[in-house]
Structures are given as C-alpha cells and as structure tokens.
C-alpha cells in the first residue's frame, strides 16, 4: 500500500492497545493464548512492542481501504506483536489476515533482536531467512 504512513515499533504501554492485540489472537484462534498470563505479565513490564502505521492525509481519504488490516478499535496498530528480553524473542505473533507482508520481519530488524527463545519448529524457515537461526 504506497500511501502509507511509516511504519514505526512501539512499546506497548496503553492497554487499549494490549486489549486491542489479544482481541485479534482470539478472533485468529492463535494457540498463543495459551500463553496469556506469560503475554500479560510482559506488557505489565514493558516488554511488549507492535507496529504502528503513522497516518498520512491519503490514508485518513481512504479509511475504508486499511480497516480490514488495522486492529480493531485501534489508532493504525498492525495485528502484530513481539515481547523481548534484550535482544531474544520471546514471543512473536502476527494475525494470520496479515502475514507475508514483512511485519514480523520489521519488528526483528527494528527492535534489534539477534535471538529466538524456543522457537517453534514451523517457525524455523521465518528465522532462517531473518538470519537468526
């Protein structure tokens, strides 16, 4: 989408944005629910990031054709997320509407992350082609 905004990480400090993302887990049916308390505990420490698009006046023109991407009652917050301890990945999500687009891979470039914790074996190809594995 050539009129987006920049893409930018965030620490996820607001819970209408914590709520926003595991929302989106349980509209995906993500197994990563299982993990709530562990997803919880992280964005209590601040250790929880997401993208966000900024937006741009051809974005704002055009709402209509980006809501189906964005969270749901979200200020352009991609269904995405990374919780990390220094470097390493702990958790990394993305909704399944929204993969293949480059938006786990953006978080690993942006927040720095040269490690994955545990990574689960269907994950394996994702960190070999981000160089991590």
């Not at 964005?70 to 990390?84: D, E, G, T, V, W």
Request: a negative charge; glycine letters at 6%; one cysteine or more.
């Amino acid at each position: 989408m050539e009129d987006w905004g920049e893409i930018v990480s965030i620490q996820m400090t607001d819970s209408e944005d914590f709520w926003s993302i595991y929302d989106e887990m349980e509209n995906d049916n993500s197994g990563f629910l299982a993990n709530r308390s562990i997803i919880l505990d992280a964005w209590k420490a601040g250790n929880m990031y997401g993208l966000q698009v900024e937006e741009t006046e051809a974005m704002y023109e055009r709402q209509a054709c980006y809501d189906r991407l964005f969270c749901a009652r979200s200020y352009y917050l991609l269904p995405c997320f990374c919780i990390k301890n220094d470097n390493k990945a702990e958790i990394i999500w993305t909704h399944s509407r929204a993969r293949g687009k480059g938006f786990a891979r953006k978080l690993v470039q942006m927040l720095n992350i040269t490690e994955a914790y545990q990574p689960l074996p269907e994950s394996i190809g994702f960190w070999e082609k981000c160089g991590i594995i």
